[in-house]
């Protein structure tokens, strides 16, 4: 059989694989498959598995960079903000002292009030940071977390701003009585302006101490001599923390009287005939164990010499006198106290603080009466760095008003001078 070309009809030669007249191709070509190797498809999956990965990873990143963060502790914590670390505590103390847990001391019939600060500091250097805090806050609140069935709840306050940096960055004050019950959580809460939250707690707890009341009626106390007997009699025989209280008869003792082992309030009272407990010699406060305590409603009076009332302890005078007196009232020893409602007339210095101690506590020595002394107030040495309070005293017809020395924070913008 004679082939031809089916594209231009020439014959061909036997098994021609194309005409040699058109050069066409007598055979038919069939596509080959290009062979893939059996381990990519599945190479190629983990790739995109691991890239998608990569991605959901770094969103998650990007995302936890920017969400809030929530920051709680006990007592204190280390915060770092914008390469910043700030060191965050809470305190009931006066020496700047952390404290996730404070005990305080109560009598069955007492009233309190004490104060929980929070201080912020540098972590490098330890110097005050609550400015540069403040600045990046929003918003500090303060509650408290109690026993829902307390006979005596503890309240708080707004948080303030102390005017006085040594008081920390705020502070809270806690009221409560000898019936409430602990422990109780003071809980700060410090929002961001960033979006993060602080919790910052502390525990307060109390110690119920039993209250020894001494009075004239059942103790013998109408001379100095008697009531000199009475008190080395307790400080003997009465240990701490038992609290002594000795209410003393409207009348007048002819000696001083000194307390010098263990801290004993002194309350005066009046007659109906307006009479006051009074002192017309020195009486000495120095005891070696000083628990904070109080005297009050006690006159001074000298004869010029002399001072009226020396403290070398823990202790508030509220409504006292002194006139007469060399000194009327010297705060010493490494001690602090301060005079309230108190009155100073015709003395040669009406009130001298000369600590050396660093101690410091109560800064209101508030609505005093400074009449006719050649020195009102002495601010030899006083502990700390806390800003003395003047305010609503009155200066009166004083020779000099306030020597300070050293330079000592007061404020007396509230105070009165004629």
Not at 1 to 15: F, Q, S, V
Not at 178 to 185: I, M, T, W, Y
Request: charged share 20%.
């Amino acid at each position: 059989m004679n082939l031809r070309c089916p594209h231009c009809g020439t014959p061909l030669p036997a098994e021609a694989s194309f005409c040699p007249h058109c050069a066409q191709n007598l055979r038919t070509r069939h596509e080959v498959d290009t062979p893939v190797r059996w381990w990519l498809k599945p190479l190629r999956r983990a790739l995109l598995l691991l890239v998608l990965a990569v991605f959901g990873w770094a969103g998650w990143l990007v995302s936890d960079a920017l969400a809030p963060n929530v920051y709680e502790a006990w007592g204190e914590l280390t915060y770092t903000l914008n390469g910043s670390d700030y060191h965050l505590f809470l305190t009931c103390r006066t020496d700047i002292v952390p404290e996730a847990a404070h005990t305080m001391q109560v009598e069955e019939g007492g009233v309190y009030d004490r104060v929980s600060r929070l201080f912020v500091a540098h972590v490098d250097s330890g110097e005050d940071a609550g400015r540069a805090f403040l600045n990046q806050t929003s918003e500090v609140q303060v509650r408290v977390i109690q026993p829902p069935d307390s006979p005596s709840p503890v309240s708080c306050s707004l948080p303030l701003k102390p005017l006085n940096p040594y008081d920390g960055l705020a502070l809270t004050t806690l009221d409560f009585t000898g019936r409430s019950q602990g422990p109780v959580e003071v809980e700060w809460t410090i929002t961001m302006k960033n979006g993060d939250t602080i919790f910052l707690r502390q525990k307060i707890d109390f110690q119920r101490v039993d209250t020894a009341h001494y009075y004239p009626e059942d103790y013998p106390m109408d001379t100095i001599e008697d009531l000199q007997a009475l008190v080395d009699q307790i400080q003997a025989e009465v240990p701490l923390p038992t609290v002594v209280r000795i209410h003393l008869p409207p009348v007048t003792y002819e000696g001083g009287l000194t307390i010098d082992r263990r801290g004993i309030n002194l309350s005066g009272s009046t007659d109906g005939q307006g009479r006051r407990t009074t002192f017309l010699g020195p009486v000495v406060l120095a005891p070696e164990e000083d628990p904070l305590c109080d005297i009050e409603h006690i006159d001074f009076v000298g004869n010029g010499t002399g001072t009226g009332l020396t403290v070398a302890a823990q202790y508030r005078v509220l409504d006292c006198s002194f006139t007469g007196w060399e000194i009327g009232l010297l705060v010493g020893g490494e001690a602090w106290a301060n005079p309230k409602d108190c009155l100073f007339t015709d003395n040669d210095i009406g009130f001298r603080f000369d600590s050396g101690g660093t101690y410091c506590n109560y800064t209101d020595f508030t609505n005093n009466t400074f009449r006719n002394n050649t020195v009102a107030v002495d601010l030899l040495r006083v502990p700390g760095l806390r800003t003395i309070d003047f305010k609503f005293c009155l200066f009166d017809s004083n020779v000099a008003t306030i020597l300070n020395p050293n330079n000592h924070a007061i404020d007396t913008g509230g105070a009165t001078f004629e």
